[in-house]
C-alpha cells in the first residue's frame, strides 16, 4: 500500500521505506579504488569510492523479473517503532512504520512509474474513469476477486467509508488529511456492488491522489476508528499478499496471505525487527538482518569490509524539518520561531549530514517538491542565515541578553526543548550543533533524547518546543496535499500554525485542473505558509539502503510502488 499523502518520520540515518520493482539486470563493480562512471541498478559495493551519483527515474532496487526471484526465504529488517496505532487513515497511525506493514499487507488502488506515472493497480481497481467535467464525476471499477480477509468483497463501500471517515465533515473521526475528500458531493453504488461513482460538490485535482487506499466499513464505527487499531493490526480489516503473524512491540512477522487472489508472495516471511540505529548497523554486520539506511559516512565505514553487500542510493522522496510545537511558550511568538530559523545555519547541518558520502544538493525551498523534481521551487527564496537579524528580533520585542549570553525578558530565558529521537551519533551532533547556533543568537535549547519508539506519542500528543522530523510522500501530487502541512484546521500540521489566507490559497490549488497553474497557485500558497515558520525545511538527501547481495526488487526507486509478492531473493 502507498499512502497518498505525508507520513511523518523521525529523521535518522538507518530508515528504511520500500520502494520499487521492476524488470531489468546489470553488473556490479566492485573496485574500492574507483567508482564506476554511474550506480548499478543492484548498487555498488560499500568500499566504492567516490560514490556515484544516481540518476533521476532510475530504479536502484535490484529489478528482477519474477522468473528470476526463488521461491521461499525470509528477509528481516529493521523499523524505528512497531506501530502503537495501526490504522494510517487516522492522524495517530499516520507514520512510515505504519505504511511499512500496510506496504504488505493492505489494499493500494495506484500504482506509479519510477517518474511518477500513475495506473490502476489491477489486484485491486480495474478502471478509474472521467465520466463528468461538471460536476467532476469518477467511476471506479473494482476487481471481482478483490475480497478482504473477513470473506467479504471489497465493494463501493469501501469507497463511501473512506470519504466519510476523511472528509473532515465531522469530528467522529481524527483523519491526517482531509484534502480532496472534503470536496466530495457524494458515493453511490454504480451498475453492481463493484463499480463507485463519486461526485465533487467542488472539483478536486488531480483524483488520483484520492482513494489511493480503501478503509473497511468497520471504521465507519467512530469508536473503532480511534481506537479499535491500537496495538491491534486486524488481519480480517485488510486485504494484500501478506497478513500480519506474532508481533509485540519488539518484533513483527508478516507472512502470505492464504486468500491472496494475486500471484503468490515469493517470500515464505517478513520479520521487522525494533531497534535503534546503532542496534540496526550491528546486526546487519553480524547477518541478523538483510537491509539497513546507511545514510552517513559513519555507517556506511562500518559495511565497507563486507563482501556480501551492496549499497543502492537514489533520490529521497522526503524532507527533513524542523517542527515547532504548539504549546510551547517561547515559539508561540513568530518573532522567535524567525528568529531560531535565522539562528540556524542550514548549510552547516548539510555538511554534517553528508560529511563523507559525496553528496550535494541546494538548500531545500519547499516541503511538497524536491529540487530533483521539474516542478520545484525555491519557496524560501531571498531567506538566509543571519544571526545578528535573528538579535535584532529579539531585542525588538523587548528580550536583553544576560550575563550567561542568553535574552530574557520579564525574568524568564529564551529557553526551549529540542526532541531528538534514537542513539543515531548524526542526529545527535547535529542537535549539538544546532544547540551551539543558537546559543550565538541567545536562545538556551535544551537536548532532550527520546528512544526511537517514543516518535508517534510524542509527534502526536505535541509534547515538544522544536523537533527534528520528516515527512515522507509516496506519489508526485505533493503540491495537491500540500494542505495537510500547512492549513490551520489539519490534524497533521503540528505546529497549528496557519492563517485564513494560506487555508484559502492551498484549498483554491486542487480545484485547477491545468497541472501546471495548479503547481504555480501551490509554489504561491508554500511560499506564504513558510514565511510563517511553523515548520522549517532542513534537507532532502539520498535515500540509501545497505543490502544483503541477490536481495531483488528493493530499494530507491523513485515514485515506483512496490508490488511485495515480487520482493525476494535471486535464484
Not at 307 to 323: H, I, K, P
Not at 524 to 552: I, R
Request: proline share 6%; aromatic share 10%; hydrophobic share 35%.
Amino acid at each position: 500500500m502507498k499512502i497518498n499523502k505525508f507520513l511523518a518520520v523521525a529523521v535518522t540515518a538507518s530508515a528504511l521505506v520500500l520502494t520499487g520493482c521492476g524488470g531489468a539486470d546489470s553488473g556490479s563493480n566492485s573496485d574500492g579504488d574507483k567508482a564506476p562512471t554511474s550506480q548499478p541498478p543492484e548498487g555498488t559495493a560499500p568500499n566504492v569510492s567516490p560514490l556515484p551519483m544516481p540518476e533521476v527515474g532510475q530504479l536502484y532496487n535490484n529489478p528482477q523479473d519474477r522468473e528470476n526471484v526463488k521461491d521461499g526465504g525470509t528477509l528481516t529488517l529493521p523499523i524505528g517503532e512497531i506501530p502503537p496505532n495501526f490504522n494510517g487513515f487516522s492522524v495517530d497511525g499516520n507514520s512510515v512504520y505504519t505504511r511499512d506493514i500496510d506496504n504488505w499487507t493492505a489494499p493500494s488502488l495506484w500504482n506509479f512509474t519510477e517518474g511518477g506515472e500513475a495506473s490502476p493497480d489491477k489486484d485491486y481497481l480495474l478502471s478509474a474513469e472521467l465520466v463528468s467535467e461538471d460536476p467532476e464525476t469518477i467511476k471506479y471499477v473494482l476487481n471481482p476477486e478483490a475480497t478482504w480477509n473477513n470473506g467479504d468483497p471489497i465493494t463501493w463501500k469501501a469507497f463511501e467509508t473512506t470519504w466519510k471517515t476523511q472528509s473532515g465533515k465531522t469530528d467522529k473521526y481524527n483523519p491526517a488529511a482531509t484534502d480532496g475528500y472534503q470536496n466530495i458531493k457524494s458515493v453511490e453504488m454504480g451498475e453492481n456492488e463493484k463499480e463507485a461513482i463519486v461526485t465533487f460538490e467542488t472539483p478536486f485535482y488531480p483524483y488520483q491522489t484520492l482513494f489511493a487506499n480503501l478503509s473497511h466499513p468497520k471504521n465507519m464505527d467512530p469508536e473503532f476508528y480511534k481506537t479499535g487499531w491500537v496495538n491491534e493490526p486486524h488481519n480480517e480489516l485488510r486485504a494484500g499478499p501478506f497478513i500480519v503473524g506474532e508481533h509485540d512491540k519488539t518484533q513483527l512477522t508478516l507472512v502470505p496471505n492464504p486468500d491472496w487472489w494475486g500471484e503468490k508472495p515469493k517470500l515464505d516471511k517478513v520479520i521487522y525487527k525494533q531497534m535503534e540505529p546503532t542496534a540496526s548497523i550491528n546486526a546487519f554486520q553480524n547477518g541478523e538482518i538483510d537491509a539497513t539506511g546507511v545514510g552517513t559516512a559513519d555507517r556506511l565505514a562500518q559495511i565497507k569490509d563486507m563482501e556480501d553487500a551492496l549499497v543502492r542510493r537514489g533520490f529521497d522522496n522526503s524532507v527533513g524539518v524542523y517542527t515547532f510545537g504548539q504549546d510551547s511558550e517561547l515559539f508561540t511568538n513568530d518573532y522567535a520561531r524567525k528568529a531560531f530559523a535565522l539562528a540556524t545555519d542550514r548549510k552547516q547541518l548539510q555538511e554534517i549530514q553528508f560529511d563523507g558520502m559525496d553528496w550535494e544538493e541546494p538548500l531545500p525551498g519547499s516541503e511538497v517538491l524536491y529540487p530533483w523534481m521539474p516542478t520545484y521551487e525555491n519557496n524560501l527564496e531571498g531567506f538566509e542565515y543571519n544571526v545578528d537579524e535573528a538579535k535584532k528580533l529579539m531585542e525588538d520585542n523587548g528580550w536583553k541578553m544576560n550575563e550567561e549570553g542568553y535574552y530574557e525578558k520579564d525574568g524568564k530565558v529564551a529557553e526551549f526543548t529540542y526532541v531528538n529521537f534514537g542513539d543515531d551519533p548524526l542526529t545527535n551532533a547535529k542537535a549539538r550543533a544546532q544547540q551551539a547556533m543558537s546559543k550565538e543568537a541567545g536562545l538556551k535549547l535544551n537536548i532532550d533524547n527520546r528512544k526511537s519508539a517514543d516518535f508517534s506519542d510524542t509527534i502526536t500528543s505535541g509534547a515538544f518546543d522544536v523537533v527534528y522530523m520528516g515527512w515522507s510522500q509516496s506519489d508526485p501530487y505533493g503540491y495537491a496535499w500540500a494542505c495537510q502541512l500547512y492549513c490551520s484546521d489539519s490534524a497533521s500540521n503540528f505546529s497549528g500554525i496557519g492563517s485564513e489566507e494560506v487555508d484559502k490559497m492551498m484549498k483554491k490549488v486542487t480545484t485547477v485542473a491545468d497541472q501546471e497553474e495548479a503547481i504555480e497557485l501551490a509554489n504561491e500558497a508554500e511560499a506564504k505558509a513558510l514565511d510563517l515558520f511553523g515548520t522549517f525545511p532542513l534537507n532532502n538527501g539520498p535515500e540509501m539502503t545497505a543490502v544483503k547481495k541477490g536481495l531483488a526488487n528493493f530499494g530507491p526507486s523513485g515514485w515506483l510502488v512496490e508490488e511485495p509478492e515480487n520482493i525476494g531473493w535471486m535464484k
